[in-house]
């Protein structure tokens, strides 16, 4: 079964096919096989319109580097300043940043443990 393709932006990472959506708090990033699922929360101050220094990504699907010790999903973790940073450019760059980090080799990852309960 594909994935939800209605109301989504699609991105071409590295020849593959992922999709983003836009809602008011989350930016949701699937691949188009749902093997890659991701939320990106970047908590937005709604006086200034401007991202604030915190943020959070919740891991849904199992394709995901770093958290292969870690079974049970949904999984919250802090993500790099470099996603952050890049709410200045565009959402697709925020995507971009998304998807690099994800698919970089990165060491163990701990989840936000009160979250991810």
């Given at each position: 079964m594909?994935?939800?393709?209605?109301?989504?932006?699609?991105?071409?990472?590295?020849?593959r096919?992922?999709?983003?959506?836009?809602d008011?708090?989350?930016?949701?990033?699937?691949?188009?096989?749902?093997?890659?699922?991701v939320?990106?929360?970047?908590?937005?101050?709604?006086?200034?319109?401007?991202?604030?220094?915190?943020s959070?990504?919740?891991?849904?699907?199992?394709?995901?580097?770093?958290?292969?010790?870690?079974?049970?999903?949904?999984v919250?973790?802090?993500?790099p300043?470099?996603?952050?940073a890049?709410?200045?450019?565009?959402?697709?760059?925020?995507?971009?940043?998304?998807l690099?980090?994800?698919?970089?080799?990165?060491?163990?990852?701990?989840?936000?443990?009160?979250?991810?309960?």
């Amino acid at each position: 079964m594909g994935a939800r393709k209605k109301g989504r932006s699609r991105f071409d990472y590295k020849g593959r096919d992922f999709f983003w959506r836009f809602d008011d708090t989350w930016i949701h990033v699937c691949s188009s096989e749902k093997g890659y699922a991701v939320s990106y929360l970047g908590v937005i101050d709604s006086w200034m319109k401007t991202p604030l220094n915190q943020s959070v990504l919740k891991v849904s699907g199992p394709d995901f580097c770093g958290l292969e010790h870690v079974r049970d999903r949904p999984v919250f973790v802090v993500p790099p300043l470099s996603i952050y940073a890049a709410w200045a450019k565009s959402i697709g760059c925020v995507v971009n940043e998304i998807l690099c980090w994800s698919f970089a080799p990165k060491g163990e990852l701990s989840p936000i443990e009160w979250m991810s309960k």
